[in-house]
């Protein structure tokens, strides 16, 4: 098993930035891929990012490229996504997952309990 737990979510305005943390513990989390996904009300969970156990790939969403940055301290066992220049479409739950495997389908095997991120326009 694996647990994770995120931080960092909030309000902030648009053009605002946040970094989102995820800690994980439990098997070697270090091992798996970690992946970031996000719900917004009414709307199905959509991939946000994801990065190999390396630390390289990475991927994302066409939607968020250029603008958040995911990355990993596997001496932390924690993966961050900063988000830069926010939009008020970003707003949602964001979810962080581990894998084996990434996948941008939220079929992921393991997930956090999810961090509101509200941008205000």
């Known amino acids: 098993q694996v647990q994770l737990v995120e931080s960092g979510g909030g309000l902030v305005q648009a053009g605002g930035s946040l970094r989102l943390s995820c800690a994980a513990s439990?098997?070697?989390?270090?091992?798996?891929?970690m992946g970031w996904f996000r719900q917004a009300p009414g709307k199905e969970r959509e991939f946000v990012a994801a990065i190999k156990w390396s630390g390289s790939p990475t991927y994302y969403a066409d939607s968020v490229k250029g603008r958040f940055t995911i990355s990993r301290d596997n001496g932390k066992n924690t993966v961050y996504l900063q988000m830069n220049n926010l939009k008020p479409e970003d707003t949602a739950v964001y979810y962080c997952?581990?894998?084996?495997?990434?996948?941008?389908?939220?079929?992921?095997?393991?997930w956090g309990q999810g961090t509101q991120v509200t941008v205000s326009s």
């Open positions: 997952a581990a894998d084996w495997e990434i996948n941008t389908a939220p079929i992921w095997d393991y």
């Open positions: 439990g098997r070697p989390a270090e091992s798996y891929a």
